[in-house]
């Protein structure tokens, strides 16, 4: 299994062990000091139900609700953690797969299933939740990402010192994205124009089937060094490491530090979509051995061990995640399909004679078709 | 009442198009809630565990394990409210009794297809539903026969952009084709466009304005149909009249204000150019003239300029408001040019300070231009003196009018071969004539007859430059 790559942990910055003790580290403890037991509870809280509404969507998958669906089982805490780093000002552009990064940021759970019923590209504002769109195309945003932290830097948005001001953007792509021109490309003008932009590398070591070992030879996050971008390897299943290690590439990026690269290591538990079988690439033995290293599981064994996570909480966890589920469901399927035309409705912002031409087209060629069948 | 839903095989991967059932894990009578496990199918990608979709009863599975089924074919019902009546098991067959009926009333009788099918197993309905596109998962291929296509009824469509679209839309061009058709005087919402999207493209303005032009008069029509596109018929079909729009328009203005402003004197002068010819010749074969075009014209041009020199009198205007005349220290050699726009005189700014070289390269310049149809603005202002280039039609000469706000204008002729009397013999020569028109308020018969003879004297001796020049 040499093509699986590293799984060693020397060189990853970790605050909880994957048995849940609290350990220490001589750069980034002061990062997860402001975390106390209530704030850690909140991440437990959403990672908890971050995983049920995933689970959900699978299920809605199963049953034809959905075209596709893309799970984040086992990345909650790499996701949770940097997001709860998140201010007011900063802005996320994920790729497609944070839906954790988008609880942190408010947006609507079940409206995140739009794209996935092949109904919309995206169902939620981008500037209220300062949460972009999903990307589809591997590592496409990371110039947009970066074009983006250039304009705050322009605007002034960075080192005032004032944190109602100041803010950062943070990209999330994973490790199939790294051998993708476009994020190298990010990196070079990250780096040269010393834009207030954290790249956050989930290496959860598949890019769908291939092994993290067949695209690099070295650790993602050396490639940093390359650009002159300071970068660290983190444990991606410890919420807490990744909650301090994001916490200070944000706020050196936000007072205009310049940009980081984060490479949070952690393992895909679930298919890369539901149109995959990850059985055909990797052994149970290695699910196994991760399955051990569950981020939740972590956290919790945490908080039991400092008596911080009472039966209440979890009994309030579960009804809300079960609920989340129930409403998900009764959403998913509420919805109808758009109009054919809708398709036209946003192209311009504005009237437009070629587009309007082309949907009064489409209109008619609609129209020489017989009557839709009616659906039971 | 219970209420019956019924399950369908979904698409567990992207774009499949059936699985086979593997496992049941319930039994019809099984109290189930959601997404508990259902069954286990296998598809072309996968194992898959389906979790149930609805909390209720099991009342029916409708494929066997082992079964392939189509996706979008039902495999199950489940009643969502047991506390109701017992479900009959007829019910999946009443729900699709319902979707035929539904079917049957929305086609119209007239185009209805092949009836629905009597919905067995696989209702098509939702298999065409599912399937949207046909798209498949590259490397495992359409089951023969899964292709469905969505029922069509009579009648062509235009293309976008269309005949049906042309009233609705402002007519779709590019700004250069907006431009052309404004100075070809065409309307372009008459235009038949051809481009893509009903896009007006150069063509089809160019050909609008073929139309309108009196070139395709060559054969006539009938006698109630005007002759040009442009025009209508009056007069019991005897005629066609024309809208007077564009250059011809701002031609008429300019001839008649000039015309009837500036007393107008021709005076004729016939010269032996042959020396003329042979020095273009030379010019020609000459290598710093490689890259331009030596004619006749641009020697006529030269001693145009050179008479300009001795005479400058010549190039002046009158300026009627001010009472005054107006001397110009510039020459704007102007060259009167038929274009597909119609007669335009395009100028040479600064003519008076360009070497002969310069000069064919601007001349040349102006030419293609005027060619192409892109004779721009500034060259059409601003001219002091004139020449109009007959000869190529075969002209011998003319009386050409003045270009308004200029005071004198050449009338350069057909170069031929004729006999003239040459150092006291008779020899084949080629011979020219040359006319100057001018404005007789400020140029006397002398002074327009000396700047034709230095214009015939370095035609007939080109060597008469270097003395002038």
Known sequence: ?376 | MPTIETFHMPDAGEGLTEADIVTWRVAPGDTVEVNQPLLEIETAKSLVELPCPYDGVVVALLAAEGDTVDVGAPIATFDVDPGGEAPADDAPVAQDAVVAEAVVAEVPVAQAPAAPEPAPASSPAKVAETEGSGAVLVGYGVKAGSAQRRERRDGALDPIGGAEDASEYPVLAKPPVRKLARDLGVDLTTVTPSGPGGLVTREDVEQASQANSARSLATYAADDQPWLESGYSKDGGRSTRVPVRSVRKRTAEAMVKSAFTAPHVTVFHTADVTETMTLVKRLKADREFADVRVTPLLIVAKALLLAVRRHPEINASWDDEAQEIVYKHFVNLGIAASTPRGLLVPNIKDAHRLPLHALAAQLGELTALARENRTPPTSLTGGTISITNVGPLGIDTGTPILNPGESAILAFGAIREQPWVHEGEIKVRWVTQLALSFDHRLVDGELGARVLADVGRVMSDPSQGLVWG
């Open chain 1, 1 to 376: 299994m040499e093509a699986h790559g590293p799984r060693a942990d020397e060189d990853l910055v970790t605050l909880l062990t994957h048995t849940g003790e609290r350990v220490s580290h001589p750069d980034f403890d002061r990062y997860a000091e402001g975390v106390d037991a209530e704030a850690m509870r909140r991440m437990w809280r959403d990672m908890t139900v971050v995983r049920a509404f995933d689970n959900e969507a699978t299920s809605l998958q199963r049953q034809g609700e959905l075209g596709v669906w893309v799970q984040s089982l086992g990345q909650e805490a790499a996701q949770i953690g940097s997001g709860h780093a998140l201010t007011g000002n900063d802005f996320v552009f994920p790729s497609y797969r944070e839906h954790g990064v988008a609880l942190t940021r408010g947006v609507d759970m079940p409206e995140i299933l739009r794209i996935f019923r092949g109904l919309q590209h995206g169902a939620w504002d981008p500037e209220a939740h300062r949460f972009h769109l999903y990307t589809l195309v591997i590592g496409a945003h990371s110039l947009h990402a970066t074009g983006y932290a250039m304009a705050m830097d322009r605007d002034g948005m960075v080192g005032t010192g004032d944190p109602e001001r100041d803010g950062a953007v943070i990209c999330y792509f994973g490790d199939g994205a790294t051998s993708q021109g476009d994020v190298s490309e990010a990196m070079v003008f990250a780096a040269v124009n010393s834009a207030p932009i954290v790249f956050f590398v989930q290496n959860n070591q598949f890019a769908i089937s291939e092994p993290v070992a067949r695209q690099t030879r070295a650790p993602l996050a050396q490639r940093g060094a390359g650009f002159d971008i300071p970068s660290v390897r983190v444990d991606g299943n410890d919420v807490l490491a990744c909650h301090a290690v994001t916490r200070w590439a944000l706020e050196r990026a936000r007072s205009g530090g310049g940009p980081v690269l984060i490479e949070a290591f952690t393992y895909r538990m679930g298919a890369h979509t539901t149109a995959d079988d990850p059985t055909r690439y990797r052994t149970r033995a290695d699910e196994a051995y991760w399955a051990e290293r569950d981020p939740i599981a972590r956290l919790d064994a945490y908080l039991t061990s400092l008596g911080e996570l009472g039966e209440d909480f979890r009994a309030t966890v579960a009804a809300e995640a079960k609920d989340l589920g129930r409403r998900t469901r009764e959403t998913v399927r509420g919805w109808t399909s758009p109009t054919s035309t809708a398709m036209f409705d946003h192209v311009y912002a504005e009237p437009h004679a070629t587009v309007e031409a082309e949907r009064a087209w489409f209109e008619r060629y609609e129209r020489t078709f017989a009557a839709e069948e009616v659906h039971a």
